[in-house]
């Protein structure tokens, strides 16, 4: 029962040192620091691999890891997670569509806002693209 506890207290400074690499991460996500970025991101990616090595290491002591408070502080960082994740995907999708508006004056037809990004191809074009 003393290891079992051990192994969870353990876990527990792991759980939260992956929340504050988390919350430094958001930080530097939220300055828009890029270098701040990189090295937050290269910090919680080490403590999440140290975090697995002890997860196994307890599992393989034949000792439950993980308590019900410790699962549910993991399961928060997961949804924490998946905010980051969706925040830089909106970001990132918003970046190219105003580069593609920004970039469209480059094409022929810069007159229209909406033109074309590329030649008219015909169905028999399209086809031959494809034979051999």
């Known amino acids: 029962m003393d290891s079992t506890l051990s192994a969870m207290q353990d876990l527990s400074s792991h759980v939260h040192d992956i929340e504050e690499r988390l919350r430094d991460l958001d930080e530097k996500l ?17 403590v999440l691999a140290d975090a ?19 699962r549910h ?31 469209v004056s480059d094409a022929p037809d810069a007159s229209a806002t909406y033109s074309s990004l590329g030649p008219k191809v015909g169905p028999a074009a399209a086809i031959n693209a494809y034979r051999g």
């Not at 300055?31 to 991101?41: I, R, T």
């Not at 697995?52 to 410790?70: K, T």
């Not at 502080?73 to 949804?79: I, P, S, V």
């Open 52 to 70: 697995l090595v002890a997860f196994r290491h307890a599992q393989q002591e034949g000792q439950e890891p993980l308590s019900p408070e410790l």
């Open 30 to 46: 939220r300055s828009q620091d890029s270098l701040g970025m990189e090295a937050a991101s290269a910090a919680l990616h080490k």
């Open 73 to 103: 502080r993991l399961m928060l960082a997961q949804t924490r997670v998946t905010g980051l994740q969706q925040s830089v995907h909106h970001a990132a999708s918003t970046l190219q569509r105003t580069l593609g508006v920004l970039l």
